[in-house]
């Protein structure tokens, strides 16, 4: 499968823990993009990558929340002490440079207790 | 901000009949309109996208339809199926090309 992946495809843990979900973009996708959705909603944009740049942040991102992108390739999104509105699913796009078009992978499916 | 309302919010139909969608915007330097699929647990995929430069933009059973000037766009299916049973999502395109996204519409097509 040369799809966008994530890993893990779901996670359940307890309120106050530390999470962490990882994003592997489409091959030579330099453009990597973090959204949340919630039941019922579409998804809400996070946080951007051009190559390993974080280049924008949504305010839904609190200091809680934190991207990286170490190497232009795989990303990852910590959260810490986790509370249970952080419960959603979490999705990662990639998009080739010159085009707009994103592609998103299945996402990871966080239910905080 | 940016902000993309759609409607309606459920769509029921039947097998054969058409069906649309329409979103309305309130930024007129958006010029990116996709349109998303999504099947209950799956991942969003892409249908259909429109370019601000182009009023319509048909592939097969599927049409969107742009107005710049009225600020909507507009999904189209005809000869509903079941398998066209899903939510779907608009989106716009924001600064650094991030989506901003309505709040979906599910659509059930009874056979």
């Known amino acids: 499968d040369t799809g966008v992946s994530q890993d893990p495809r779901h996670k359940i843990t307890k309120r106050g823990q530390n999470v962490t979900f990882r994003c592997d973009p489409i091959s030579e996708h330099n453009r990597l993009y973090w959204y949340r959705q919630t039941l019922g909603q579409g998804p809400e944009f996070l946080t951007y990558?051009?190559?390993?740049?974080?280049?924008?942040k949504s305010r839904l991102l609190s200091d809680r929340f934190s991207a990286e992108r170490p190497k232009g390739s795989f990303s990852t999104l910590e959260i810490q002490r986790t509370e249970q509105g952080d419960s959603a699913m979490y999705l990662c796009?990639?998009?080739?440079?010159?085009?707009?078009?994103?592609?998103f992978g299945p996402g990871t499916r966080l239910t905080v207790l | 901000g940016e902000n993309v309302e759609q409607h309606p919010s459920t769509l029921s139909v039947q097998e054969g009949d058409s069906a649309v969608i329409k979103c309305t915007y309130s930024d007129s330097a958006s010029n990116y309109f996709p349109w998303y699929k999504q099947e209950l647990g799956k991942r969003p995929q892409l249908i259909i996208d429109?370019?601000?430069?182009?009023g319509e933009k048909k592939d097969q059973r599927i049409a969107v339809t742009l107005n710049k000037t009225a600020k909507h766009f507009s999904l189209h299916i005809t000869e509903t199926q079941p398998e066209d049973s899903a939510v779907y999502f608009c989106?716009?395109?924001?600064?650094?090309?991030?989506?901003?996204f309505g709040a979906g519409t599910r659509l059930a097509v009874h056979p």
């Open positions: 796009a990639s998009s080739p440079s010159g085009t707009d078009t994103q592609y």
């Open positions: 990558f051009q190559n390993e740049a974080q280049l924008e």
């Open positions: 429109i370019r601000s430069n182009v």
């Open positions: 989106a716009l395109s924001g600064g650094y090309n991030k989506l901003i």
